[in-house]
Nanobody, 124 residues
């Protein structure tokens, strides 16, 4: 079992930055992919970013590429999502997820574990 706890969400203005954190606990994640997804009211869950727990490959959704950066601290069992130049359309609940290492990082069903989510609201 893996437990994921997100933090760092909040209310910000257009152009501001936020950093989300996802603390993982439980079994080893050395062969896992860690992903960030988001879901706005009335919309489907959207892929934001992903990173392999081992290795340097990073993946980004089209709408956030160039503004968001994913990183991890293996010693702290934590994955981060640095979000810059935030826009109102970034408003959503952001979820951290973990699953078996895969190249299909944008597909939610490939992830076995999910956090409870953290709300990000960007005002115009």
């Amino acid at each position: 079992q893996v437990q994921l706890v997100e933090s760092g969400g909040g209310l910000v203005r257009t152009g501001d930055s936020l950093r989300l954190s996802c603390l993982a606990s439980g079994r080893t994640l050395s062969r896992s992919v860690m992903g960030w997804f988001r879901q706005a009211p009335g919309k489907e869950r959207e892929f934001v970013s992903a990173i392999m727990w081992s290795g340097n490959n990073e993946y980004y959704g089209r709408s956030v590429k160039g503004r968001f950066t994913i990183s991890r601290d293996n010693a702290k069992n934590t994955v981060y999502l640095q979000m810059n130049s935030l826009k109102p359309e970034d408003t959503a609940v952001y979820y951290c997820a973990a699953g078996p290492q895969t190249l299909r990082v944008a597909i939610p069903s490939n992830y076995n574990y999910w956090g409870q989510g953290t709300q990000v609201t960007v005002s115009s």
